[in-house]
């Protein structure tokens, strides 16, 4: 096996049709050494009933449907499609053909081409874009390229083939949350940058609203670095010792000038800007707090439902 494309699909009826031919007419020059593994992210539209069709009518060599029990996310998805995959090289592709396949088999054609790079990953060309939401996740990767140990390159995506090391890499961290882009930087390996502009989305809308990608950012956050637990430490220092010099402020105040403090309202807005940062370090650490409950529970990132394959070799159920 070549070439493995893994595309994770969460309500995808209205674009998987045109998907599906663009995907088989741009990989078939590649022989039958490739498979194209669908994730079915608990969709709750004609996303499986198609997906079993495809995988029963041989347009693709081979072909793979791991259907979840219920929506866990398209990390858990791009996991459960890592887990199947059995190419010497990887791809993870979405579904709604922002991401055109004939650029992943450029993209491939680009990996095989050159063996000194083990990634070609897919960045996005600046688009004219200046609506709050590129610019905050412009802030968020300013910031994170800041804290944490890792470098993300804006307007990297998932969009990438990989060669077997790198799949088999990824497979080795066990954090059932994930952050894969995160991941792909915290691995390592040699990584071609492949610009090209996405798409429009064919059918229906982002599946990601604002509070998804709050979520999501501060998934990638506490998830590669340790700094915002440092920052409270931080903060508090200067708190003391500004609290120190006012001290002695005041005592000079009283005992020499012989003015009478007046306290009300320095106590209350200091009590105020303490008790502010107080629940502000608090919130911080229970989010790392919450991450440690929750991968120690040892819960697995998702439950395959069912397993459909068009090879009889790969029908053995569970991951
Ligand atoms: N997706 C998924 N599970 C989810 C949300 C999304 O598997 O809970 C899939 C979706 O079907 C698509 C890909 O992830 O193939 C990217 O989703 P979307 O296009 O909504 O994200 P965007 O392109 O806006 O980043
Ligand atoms: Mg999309």
């Given at each position: 096996m070549d070439l493995s494309v893994i595309v994770p699909c969460y309500n995808e009826a209205e674009s998987l049709p045109s998907f599906v031919d663009a995907a088989t007419s741009a990989f078939s020059p590649l022989g039958d050494s490739w498979e194209l593994i669908f994730v079915n992210d608990g969709s709750s539209d004609g996303t499986e009933g198609f997906l079993r069709a495809f995988v029963g009518s041989g347009r693709a060599p081979h072909a793979t449907l791991v259907n979840f029990s219920r929506n866990f996310g398209k990390e858990p998805a791009l996991l459960a499609g890592l887990r199947q995959a059995r190419g010497s090289a990887v791809a993870f592709i979405d579904a709604d053909l922002q991401q055109p396949p004939a650029t992943l088999v450029e993209m491939y054609r680009l990996l095989e081409g050159h063996d000194e790079y083990d990634v070609v990953a897919a960045c996005q060309r600046e688009r004219p874009d200046h609506s709050l939401r590129s610019r905050l996740s412009a802030g968020f990767y300013g910031l994170f390229n800041r804290v944490s140990d890792i470098t993300l390159e804006p307007?990297?995506?998932?969009?990438r083939v990989f060669r077997r090391e790198v799949a088999d890499a990824l497979l080795s961290l066990p954090e059932c949350h994930r952050f894969t882009k995160g991941l792909f930087a915290w691995v390592g390996f040699r990584t071609l940058p492949y610009p090209y502009a996405p798409d429009e989305r064919v059918s229906g809308k982002s599946r990601w609203s604002m509070r998804g990608l709050t979520r999501y950012a501060l998934e990638g956050m506490v998830s590669f670095t340790t700094v915002p637990l440092r920052i409270s430490g931080y903060v508090g220092a200067v708190a003391a010792v500004v609290g120190f010099v006012y001290i002695i402020f005041v005592l000079v105040d009283a005992l020499v000038l012989r003015n009478t403090p007046a306290g009300y309202p320095t106590l209350l807005s200091v009590m105020l800007l303490l008790g502010g940062l107080i629940l502000l370090s608090l919130g911080i650490i229970g989010e790392y707090v919450a991450r440690i409950y929750l991968e120690g529970?040892?819960?697995?990132a998702y439950i395959a439902a069912s397993i459909v394959s068009s090879d009889a070799t790969n029908e053995d159920g569970r991951p």
């Open positions: 307007g990297a995506s998932d969009f529970k040892r819960r697995p």
